[in-house]
């Protein structure tokens, strides 16, 4: 499956705060694979996009980045996460941003292009990949990004009260989201962090019957009042394992203007809210920290 967003590894360790410099990796090049703390990374050069690159992690897709245009979102689930990027203020104005996940930090420089003079806060665990994005694609000067090497759930606890607009959880171990990073205790803290009229936003993976995405919608029902899922149509029957986006907040959700973005994309999706979200969710029960798990272990072949 293209697209699997990544993140933290569920060790916690001494945290280390990056910044990036010039430059930037040509496709002249060519791929580069090198061990990082999560697995062996690899930069692909993208064959239609003369400065874009994948970052794969032990074979799976984790986020494409083009350094020509960061405004660029190549995987259906960051696009879906992208327009709530959009939506989540009026047009331009800067945000103050929470990323828990950090990869080739590709939703990061979409904020900044997008929204100049925003503050943003990476939490990435995974420090030696961090170094490598830092290196080979780099972020543009003037840019207010600050990375963290750190566990996810430690950075939001240290997260003042009512402090990011916006917080975009991306946290995957491998393929798979850590159980510590999927509990009402941990959603409680999202809501914590949050500024009033603040957006909490989650990339989560599932297939079959869809146990896991069930679980963390009624998990958020526990703390936040306004949901709503978006999907591929064929994830949402369970017929694929495929990524699935989150959106809470303590304020409705603008879900008409999402639902016709994501109608309008190349890679149809669909918005479920209200009833038909409450029907999907029905008998699923909430994950705390006495009970969550992980998400589940992608199917064999699905990243082919």
């Not at 293209?2 to 060790?11: D, E, I, L, Y």
């Not at 032990?58 to 979102?73: E, I, K, M, N, R």
């Not at 916006?166 to 171990?173: R, Y």
């Not at 009033?196 to 146990?211: H, K, V």
Request: net charge neutral; with cysteine.
């Amino acid at each position: 499956m293209a697209g699997m967003g990544r993140s933290s590894r569920t060790a916690r360790g001494s945290e280390t705060e990056t910044t990036t410099g010039p430059g930037g990796r040509t496709h002249a090049q060519g791929p580069l694979i090198r061990p990082v703390g999560s697995g062996l990374a690899e930069l692909r050069p993208d064959r239609d996009r003369p400065a874009a690159w994948t970052l794969l992690i032990d074979g799976a897709p984790q986020s494409l980045v083009d350094l020509a245009d960061p405004t660029h979102l190549g995987f259906e689930y960051q696009r879906r996460l992208g327009h709530l990027i959009d939506l989540a203020a009026p047009p331009g104005r800067p945000l103050t941003v929470l990323h828990l996940g950090g990869g080739a930090l590709t939703l990061a420089r979409y904020v900044a292009a997008t929204r100049p003079r925003s503050r943003q806060q990476v939490a990435e665990i995974d420090t030696e990949l961090t170094e490598l994005v830092r290196a080979e694609l780099p972020l543009e000067r003037g840019w207010q990004i600050k990375v963290r090497g750190a566990d996810a759930r430690s950075v939001l606890e240290r997260t003042p009260e009512g402090s990011v607009d916006l917080v975009i959880t991306d946290v995957f171990s491998g393929a798979r989201t850590p159980a510590h990073c999927t509990s009402v205790e941990f959603a409680a803290l999202a809501a914590r962090a949050l500024a009033p009229g603040g957006w909490y936003t989650a990339n989560i993976a599932d297939g079959a019957a869809l146990p896991f995405a069930r679980s963390q919608v009624a998990t958020l029902a526990e703390v936040f009042p306004e949901l709503c899922l978006t999907a591929d149509p064929a994830v949402l029957r369970g017929k694929r394992f495929g990524n699935l986006i989150l959106a809470a907040a303590h304020t409705p959700l603008p879900i008409a203007e999402l639902s016709r973005r994501v109608a309008s994309d190349a890679a149809h999706g669909r918005v479920e809210h209200g009833r038909s979200l409450a029907d999907f969710t029905a008998g699923a029960t909430p994950a705390t920290d006495a009970t969550a798990a992980p998400s589940p272990v992608p199917p064999p072949g699905v990243f082919r």
